[in-house]
Each structure stands twice: as structure tokens, then as C-alpha cells.
């Protein structure tokens, strides 16, 4: 590709990442003005047709603008490529090479296909335009993943919807594109086939009426005035689970200023080619309610309906001293958001309607506004498809702690002590050492102790995050190669262990960034119609596991601090995991692909407790529980000796098949059954051989289908986990099948001392 190595991925030793554009000679002087000379718009058409992508073989791209700039070193030593500790180390040998100097390792976390059209929409409304270089690669990204049909899915493999297809329609549109180009002329009849961008989910109206295409007379009431009821009152939203707490915020100071795009003609025409009839002609009233059947994922209950009437009807008397109040309030919320976060926000979808709020009180040429777009680029990463927006900043601490136990699973320290001396650095630097400005009034748990998912200027705190944090601390301090002033201190790790004990609900279990705080009910209120259980922070089998092995392994390492509600912790946390267990003995994955990644968090904390030195509670339902995993496993292997589980799974909470086998799942499952000491070690050698086939000559492995999820309904890529799970499950098989690397004596009689281990076990 000629003009992808003129692209750089500017990183900061705290993990933040950045691409820029630095154009070849004779273009490194252009200014904006320059892209729309005939010399500048050659140069645009001619990146974009180097990011054509074909996604018919595969809708995933692998990651290739930033891989391939990584110059490859292979300085491992050179064990029989043909057995398991030659691809082992030919894995990390060539992981290795992606890892940033800071220790983190950046990658592609894009996927779903409604965040860029809201960066889009909010840099049009603030006149605040993206570089050309980017705004071309961000189109083509879109076109790139147009299905057959014409229209857009929620996410990059998933069958067209209506937010997809109108926001992609409009963000095109914005970006230049005619109505009479065929792409665009394709979205367009597809909108109109199923109803017209009448029929569009709450998210989507709302966008469209930030840019005046949409009246707002068309939107049930987000009634700002709920952040003014007492926190008790379960509907308060400080009792949502914190993403939908954060979208609704803007959202709600939005609706209640009716914020509105400039007036154009560009907006007239757009005006009149999304619907079937007139513009003018529209009954928004009874538009409220309308969502195509292609995006009714969760569908409005009758109590959502009754409380949208109920509000709706105080929307035509609001009280003006009462919205003031809380609009006011909204907005001491979203610059609380923003100054403790750095403008990051929780995520993309507030970070660009924060801005558009920033925008509306204090104008462009605020310091404020200026922060936020700066913070756009965190969010925007590029790849052979084109440019996406992630679905974070990144996730470089939650890639960093899985990469580093997958090399120390099978000894890699001490071949690969330069990469875990650099994780381990970035690792001391992301955990969280300060508590946040105001974080009890504006509803945020404590964050001392805690890691988040990408980076500490982010700063939120998660469960599992923080867990896997303390216990990939403790497995380094275990190596006895840092300084105490190199590792995360004694005192920071009693701090992490008393946060995840802090974040435990009543019923065992751990939900994602803090207590369960609402009642489930409130899921009746839910109004975004493509997501399901987005109203409240539920728990989670992987969060719960990942919080009960982080406080095993801490016990073991500070046997008398919290000892007692240590121990009471972790066994309330296994009874909410047994609680979790389906009928044909698997688990269901929240956060990714699905009941293979849920039965592997599970059976990991089951055998974790097993193992552990504490009282031997429930010992006869966790060896039950196992032996019903270890059935459900083996049963979804394929001939080829791999698994492949599909993102469908998610959606309809069954099982169901891939068309081939994945690295990625078929890693969680062997790590699942060597976990628990899997009796039948031919299904175990048959998983381990079809990972060594499809390591490729370098060590890497191919991109196959979507591997990550949330909300049940919107896939998500994570490219680390190709690497990394297939190193961690062959170090896994290595550390416990050393045999093929040992003289054929003393293997044999290694092979029939671990079969009579096998079957004493809680499996056999």
C-alpha cells in the first residue's frame, strides 16, 4: 500500500494512541484548504482506493496498517517448530513485535458501526470537520462494510438495520458523497423499503434531530427533570448501570435545550430523501413509538409505554423552574464527566455528545470544546478497512494483563523477560492511585486500587479489569525480578483487593463497573430497541470469576488481611457461578463469544477454589458442575479438532455453531478442560494440533470472525485475542505436558504418572 506507511500511530507512555497523517513529499506542507485543490482531491481519491476492502471472505480485517509497521524480530530461541513449545515461542516471538515501548499493546477494537456517525454528526452540528485524510478513510471504512443489500448492520458482520443504515446514510452524505452515487442510492432504497427513517430506534431520532432532519416533537421525553428525584427512588438514574447513566445525560440536557444543527440546504435535502412522503407531512406524535422489525432487539414494554404517555403529557406544561434546575445540573454532570475522565468520557457515545453539549453552553472557542475534540482521535483507529471509531480509547490495560499471563502460563518469562519487564511497567502505571474529583456526588464508586479497561487517564474502574490487574501483579511479584519500588507496592494491592470486595452485590455475584444498584424491573424501562439489559449493571459470571480468582490468589499471597470476608467473599461468588450454570452445562459469555468464553471464566474460578487452601464448601456441586462442563465442551468439538462459536449465539442465548472452527474459541475451550484436568487427553492433543495448524510462518494467527460482544446484541473485535488465547492455551499444554520435549523414557513414564492423576479427578 503506498500511502499507508505515511500513517503513525502516535502513542504515549500513559497508553494513549493517536493516527496521524504525514503526507509524502511533495504534500508534507498542505494545510486544509488544500485537500479540495484538484491536486489535494487526487491524492484523497487515491488513499481511499488503496482502503478498498473485500469483506466476502472475511468482514474482519486483520489489523494490517499497524502490524505491518511493526519491523519483525525474532530473537526467541529456535525449539522444533512441529511440537507445541516451538509454536508456543514462535507466537510470542512474533506477539512480541507488536507490543508499544510502554509496555501496552495497541490494536483494532472497532466493530460497531453506530459510533463513527455520531463523531460525524457532532463534528457537522459544532463545524468542527475532521482532517480530509481522515474523513475520506472514515467514508471508505463505511462503504467497506455496505452488505449486499444496500444497507448497514449494528455491527460489521451483522444483517442490515435500520440505525445502521441511516446513520451510515447520513454520516456519507455529511462526508460528501452525492445522493446519486450507487452506494448511496442503494442505502436510500433500503431505508425506504422498510419505512423510511421514521422507523429508526430512540438513538438514531435522536441524532437525526441534533442535525434539524428529525423534529424533536418525534422523541418521547427524556425528561431531564429525573436527575432532580431523590437517588433512592429506584428510576433515578444514578441507579442505571453507568453507560446508560452517561448516554443519558447529554441526551436528556439535548432534549430539554432542543438542540438543533445551523439550518442549510444541504439539511432541506436530506430532509427529503430519508422519508416516503413529504417532510412536511410527517406525524412525529405518532413516529415516537415506530422501530423496523430489522432492529427490535428489545421491544418497548407496556410500562414504558404508560410512562412515556405519563411524560410525554407533562412535556407540553414543563415546569421552567424545574428544567432549568435540572439542565443546569445536567450540565455540572457532563464537565464532572469530563474533567474526570480528561475528556475521554466513558465511552464514544457520550464523548461526542458531551461534545455537542460543551458546544451548545460555551461555544467552540471554549477550552472545553477544544479538549473534547482533541480526544476524538483517542477513539479513532485504522486498518485495512479504512478508519473506525473504537468502541473505547483502546484497550490496551485489558490486552496487557491477558498477554502477559498467557506468557508466563508456559515459562516465557525467561526467554521473553524484555516484553514482561514492559508490561509489568505499564501495569504499575494504569492502576488507579487517585480518588476521582466529586465522586460521590456525581454517583461514581470509589476507583482507588482499581484498574480500567484502557488507560488511567480514562480512569474508570472495572471488575474484572481490576481483578485480573491484582492477580497478573501478584503472578509478576511471584517472579522475584522487580524491585519492590517496580512493582505494584504491597499497600496497592491490599487497596485492589479491598475495591473488588467493595464492588460485590448482595446475591455473590460482580457486575461490570459497580454494584447492581437498581432493581431488575427497571429493564421495562429500557427504550433503545436494539439492546437488551442496558438499564442496570448486572452481574456477570466473568466478572465474578475473574473477582473470586484475584482474591484466592491475593489470600495466598496476604493470608491474614481481610481473611474472613475474603473467604465469605469468594464463596458467595462460587454459589452465584454454580446458580449460572445452563442444563447442558455451560456458562453464557456476556463480553464475548459465548458460552465457550462464560464456561471458561467459570470453570477457571470452580478449579481456582478447588485448588485453593480454604475449606472444602461445595466441593460435590463444583466437581458436578465440572463434569457437566467438561460433557458440553467435548460435545461442540468439531472433526478438525477445533470449536467455532458464532456471535449469534449472544443474540438468541444458544449455542450455535460457526461455519469453521476458530483460534479463539477453540483456545477458551482447551484452556477450560486443561484447567479442570480433562481425563480424554486425545480431544485435548486434537485442539492443541489444530492451533499449530493454523499458526502461520511468522507465528501469528489468522483474523476469523467476531469474537467480542455486549448488550447481548452489538459484536465487537478485539484482533489481541487471536494472539494471545492461542499462546495461553499452548503454554498452557506445554507447562502441563512437557512430554514431546523429553527423551522418550522418561516421557513415557511422565505420560502414565499424569493419566493416574487424571483419573482421580473431579472430572473422571
Not at 76 to 89: I, L, Q, R, W
Not at 365 to 393: P, Q, S, T
Not at 732 to 758: M, Q, S, V, W
Amino acid at each position: 500500500m503506498k500511502f499507508a506507511p505515511y500513517w503513525n500511530l502516535k502513542t504515549y507512555a500513559n497508553g494513549r494512541q493517536v493516527w496521524r497523517f504525514l503526507p509524502p513529499q511533495p504534500y508534507n506542507n498542505f494545510v486544509e484548504k488544500d485537500w479540495q485543490s484538484d491536486e489535494g482531491r487526487k491524492l484523497l481519491a487515491e488513499i481511499s482506493t488503496e482502503f478498498v476492502f473485500d469483506k466476502s471472505a472475511n468482514k474482519n480485517s486483520a489489523d494490517l496498517i499497524y502490524r505491518q509497521q511493526k519491523p519483525v524480530q525474532n530473537t526467541a530461541p529456535s525449539p522444533n517448530s512441529n511440537n507445541e513449545k516451538g509454536a508456543f515461542f514462535k507466537a510470542i516471538d512474533f506477539y512480541k513485535n507488536l507490543q508499544d515501548s510502554s509496555g501496552f499493546w495497541p490494536g483494532d477494537y472497532g466493530g460497531p458501526l453506530f459510533l463513527a456517525p455520531g463523531l460525524i454528526i457532532a463534528a457537522h452540528i459544532t463545524e468542527s470537520p475532521l482532517p480530509a485524510p481522515h474523513a475520506v478513510l472514515i467514508k471508505q471504512y463505511m462503504l467497506n462494510h455496505q452488505n449486499e443489500d444496500g444497507g448497514w448492520g449494528l455491527h460489521i458482520e451483522g444483517p442490515s438495520t435500520m440505525f445502521g443504515t441511516v446513520l451510515q446514510y447520513v454520516s456519507l452524505r455529511i462526508l460528501g458523497m452525492d445522493a446519486d452515487k450507487p452506494a448511496v442510492q442503494r442505502g436510500r432504497d433500503w431505508i425506504k423499503k422498510h419505512g423510511g427513517a421514521t422507523m429508526v430506534p430512540l438513538w438514531g431520532k435522536f441524532y437525526l434531530a441534533l442535525l434539524g432532519i428529525y423534529e424533536w416533537a418525534g422523541i418521547n421525553s427524556l425528561l431531564p427533570e429525573m436527575l432532580l428525584l431523590p437517588a433512592q427512588l429506584p428510576i433515578h438514574p444514578s441507579n442505571y448501570w453507568c453507560h446508560a447513566r452517561m448516554v443519558y445525560l447529554p441526551m436528556a440536557y439535548c432534549y430539554g435545550h432542543k438542540v438543533k444543527a445551523k439550518p442549510s440546504k444541504f439539511l432541506n435535502e436530506l430532509r427529503e430523501e430519508l422519508y416516503l412522503g413529504l417532510y412536511s407531512d410527517v406525524d412525529w406524535k405518532a413516529a415516537r413509538n415506530n422501530c423496523a422489525a430489522t432492529d427490535m432487539y428489545y421491544p418497548q414494554s407496556n410500562a414504558l409505554k404508560v410512562f412515556n404517555k405519563i411524560l410525554n403529557v407533562y412535556e407540553h406544561i414543563p415546569l421552567k423552574p424545574l428544567r432549568k434546575k435540572a439542565l443546569n445540573y445536567a450540565l455540572d454532570y457532563i464537565n464532572a464527566e469530563d474533567e474526570q475522565t480528561n475528556f475521554i468520557d466513558i465511552g464514544p457515545v457520550n464523548q461526542v455528545m458531551n461534545t455537542i453539549c460543551v458546544w451548545h453552553a460555551y461555544g467552540k472557542d471554549d477550552e472545553r470544546f477544544k479538549k473534547h475534540v482533541e480526544r476524538w482521535y483517542d477513539y479513532l483507529w485504522l486498518a485495512e478497512d479504512g478508519m473506525k471509531m473504537n468502541g473505547y480509547n483502546g484497550s490496551q490495560l485489558w490486552d496487557t494483563i491477558f498477554a502477559t499471563q498467557a506468557i508466563l502460563e508456559g515459562g516465557g518469562e525467561k526467554d521473553f523477560a524484555d516484553v514482561i519487564v514492559k508490561a509489568n511497567r505499564f501495569i504499575v502505571d494504569t492502576q488507579v492511585k487517585e480518588e476521582v474529583k466529586d465522586h460521590r456526588k456525581f454517583y461514581r464508586h470509589d476507583s482507588v486500587g482499581g484498574w480500567p479497561f484502557s488507560t488511567n487517564e480514562h480512569g474508570w474502574p472495572i471488575t474484572d479489569c481490576s481483578a485480573e490487574g491484582l492477580r497478573t501483579a501478584l503472578l509478576l511479584r511471584d517472579l522475584k525480578l522487580f524491585k519492590p519500588e517496580e512493582q505494584v507496592s504491597d499497600k496497592m494491592l491490599q487497596q485492589a483487593a479491598t475495591l473488588i470486595l467493595s464492588f460485590q452485590n448482595k446475591n455473590g455475584s460482580w457486575a461490570s463497573y459497580e454494584k447492581t444498584r437498581g432493581p431488575e424491573w427497571l429493564e421495562a424501562l429500557n427504550p433503545s430497541e436494539v439492546f437488551g439489559n442496558i438499564m442496570i449493571d448486572y452481574g456477570y459470571t466473568e466478572c465474578s470469576s475473574a473477582c473470586i480468582q484475584a482474591l484466592i490468589k491475593f489470600r495466598t499471597a496476604f493470608p491474614s488481611f481481610k481473611r474472613r470476608e475474603i473467604e465469605r467473599a469468594i464463596d458467595k461468588g462460587i454459589s452465584f457461578i454454580l446458580a449460572q450454570q445452563k442444563e447442558d452445562g455451560s456458562w453464557y459469555g456476556s463480553w464475548a463469544v459465548c458460552f465457550t468464553y462464560g464456561t471458561w471464566f467459570a470453570v477457571e474460578a470452580l478449579v481456582a477454589r478447588i485448588k485453593s487452601n480454604l475449606k472444602p464448601v461445595q466441593l460435590e456441586s463444583i466437581k458436578s458442575a465440572l463434569h457437566k462442563a467438561a460433557s458440553f465442551l467435548k460435545s461442540k468439538q468439531g472433526k478438525d479438532g477445533g470449536w467455532g462459536e458464532s456471535f449469534e449465539s449472544c443474540i438468541v442465548k444458544q449455542y450455535v455453531q460457526h461455519s469453521e472452527s476458530q483460534t479463539i474459541n477453540t483456545s477458551w475451550a482447551l484452556l477450560a478442560l486443561m484447567a479442570m484436568e480433562y481425563a480424554d487427553k486425545a480431544t485435548i492433543e486434537a485442539g492443541i494440533e489444530f492451533l499449530r495448524l493454523q499458526q502461520q510462518p511468522n507465528g501469528d494467527f489468522a483474523q476469523q470472525g467476531i469474537s467480542g460482544v455486549f448488550n447481548h446484541n452489538c459484536a465487537i473485535t478485539y484482533t489481541a485475542y487471536r494472539n494471545v488465547f492461542p499462546i495461553w492455551a499452548l503454554g498452557r499444554y506445554e507447562r502441563k505436558f512437557p512430554i514431546k520435549n523429553l527423551p522418550l523414557p522418561i516421557a513415557i513414564g511422565r505420560h502414565e504418572e499424569h493419566l493416574g492423576t487424571l483419573r482421580n479427578t473431579m472430572v473422571n
